[in-house]
């Protein structure tokens, strides 16, 4: 896993559970050394995230899965402006930017490294409204998904109704999700999903 997920970790730590502190102590009870740094194109095992999210989990008394979805909720807002560049058009959306996660983002970062086993993330366009999402990896971090659509709904004031339809946990081969848009904050109030659907039938 690249050392950026770990920054995000890092800052996800220190900004909402005890500040520095708490992120020496997690990285001192999964082997590391406290003061250690993550470099965000270097890779780095799986297992030593994975760890320190659990002893997280722990230390704040959650589960893990709530952790890990908060976790990628905080990711959400992030990778907004962390991959600006990758984001082609300054209008997109949560939508747009799902819709793209799987084809030119995940290629322009991993073309440098061809050996890497990103997690494999499509998505299909059902409406203007609605996306579905396939998630599939290793790691089954179906969680982290889950909470990064909801930062990145929060952060373009978008409220969504996000359905996990299968899930790798269970035994399918691909997490499944339907990501649905209920509604859009907007200067003059809230416009509903429908009413944006109607509007795009009567334009067509």
């Known amino acids: 896993m690249y050392g950026v997920i770990f920054d995000f970790l890092r800052d ?3 900004e909402n559970h005890g500040g520095k502190p708490t992120w020496s102590m997690l990285l001192k009870e999964t082997g590391q050394s406290p003061y250690k740094i993550y470099f965000p194109v270097k890779d780095y095992p799986d ?4 760890a320190i999210a659990v002893k997280a989990s722990e230390a704040l008394s959650l589960p893990l899965e709530a952790v ?4 990628g909720k905080f990711v959400g ?13 300054e209008n997109y959306k949560t939508l747009d930017i799902i ?11 991993h073309k ?4 890497r086993k990103p997690p494999v993330v499509t ?5 203007p409204d609605e996306v579905i999402l396939h998630y599939t990896s290793q790691r089954r971090l179906c969680h982290v998904v ?15 109704k996000l359905t996990e339809t299968q899930c790798m946990h269970t035994g399918a081969a691909t997490c499944r999700f339907t990501v649905k848009r209920v509604s859009v904050v907007v200067p003059f109030g809230v416009v509903t999903a429908k009413k944006n659907e109607q509007r795009a039938q009567q334009q067509a």
């Open 12 to 14: 996800y730590v220190i």
């Open 47 to 50: 297992a030593e995230i994975v």
């Open 68 to 71: 890990l979805e908060d976790f």
């Open 77 to 89: 807002h992030r990778l907004v402006t962390f991959y600006y560049m990758y984001i082609k058009n």
């Open 99 to 109: 819709e793209s996660a799987g084809t030119y983002i995940h290629d322009a970062l």
């Open 112 to 115: 440098h490294n061809p050996l």
């Open 123 to 127: 998505a299909e366009r059902i409406s």
């Open 146 to 160: 889950r909470g990064i659509v909801a930062g990145l709904a929060e952060h373009f004031g978008e409220e969504f």
